[in-house]
């Protein structure tokens, strides 16, 4: 099975850098995603990584060590509406069904 | 136009109960997804199902079950309903091995009384 690590809560101020990170233990690596979720909604995608090293993609950014089992969201600039969960999730098993993680919850603060 | 779509929003219903869940996708995806969120935000799959292959999570319990009567649907049916059960059931979908992630519907919160 999947074994995944997120811290639970994370605050930062409007306009700093948040790096939320996620560590991993699976079989049969299929990639890492992250999601984002508001509060009352569904998550929506933001990132897969397949292979090491970091994609950016705006303001967001996500990092891969597939050696280390770890994984970073970069958020930039960060503005109010970014307070949300962050979920970290990665298929195993040789399948491309994410088990999630229980989430990074981040409040970004004036 | 709405992606990945459920019906009811919101569920009250009392203990005993058999209650069900609709879904539906009108992306053409292969494959759909029913999860279930508790009240700490753990989200947990319960079901992954395409037209061949149904896979279950084995700690479901036998009361819960989707029904698919085609591509674009993946029904939930729950008996017997429990307190436990109260949580928000969020459907998704996906191409088979898709490497752009799940579109998830806007779920159902379930409350059991």
């Known amino acids: 099975g999947q074994n995944i690590d997120q811290p639970t809560e994370m605050t930062a101020t409007e306009g700093a850098i948040v790096q939320i990170n996620c560590t991993y233990q699976?079989?049969?690596?299929?990639?890492l995603f992250w999601y984002q979720q508001h509060a009352g909604e569904a998550p929506t995608f933001l990132s897969y990584?397949?292979?090491?090293g970091l994609e950016e993609k705006g303001r967001f950014s996500s990092f891969l060590s597939r050696s280390k089992g770890y994984s970073y969201l970069l958020l930039k600039e960060l503005q109010m509406k970014d307070s949300a969960s962050y979920l970290c999730?990665?298929?195993?098993?040789?399948?491309?069904?994410?088990?999630f993680g229980r989430g990074t919850s981040l409040i970004v603060h004036p | 136009d709405t992606a990945v779509s459920q019906t009811p929003k919101y569920l009250v219903t009392q203990m005993g109960n058999d209650k069900s869940i609709k879904c539906e996708q009108n992306?053409?995806?292969?494959?759909m997804y029913w999860y279930k969120q508790d009240s700490k935000k753990f989200l947990k799959i319960m079901f992954s199902?395409?037209?061949?292959?149904?896979?279950i999570n084995e700690t479901v319990p036998n009361r819960f079950s989707p029904k698919s009567p085609d591509k674009a649907h993946l029904n939930l049916h729950i008996n017997s309903l429990e307190l436990g059960d109260s949580a928000v059931y969020f459907c998704?979908?996906?191409?088979?091995?898709?490497?752009?992630?799940?579109?998830f519907g806007p779920g159902t919160r379930l409350t059991v009384t």
């Open positions: 699976t079989s049969g690596f299929n990639g």
């Open positions: 998704a979908s996906s191409q088979e091995a898709s490497l752009a992630g799940e579109n």
């Open positions: 990584n397949v292979l090491d």
């Open positions: 199902y395409n037209n061949k292959e149904l896979i």
């Open positions: 999730a990665v298929p195993g098993g040789g399948s491309y069904i994410p088990t």
């Open positions: 992306l053409g995806h292969d494959t």
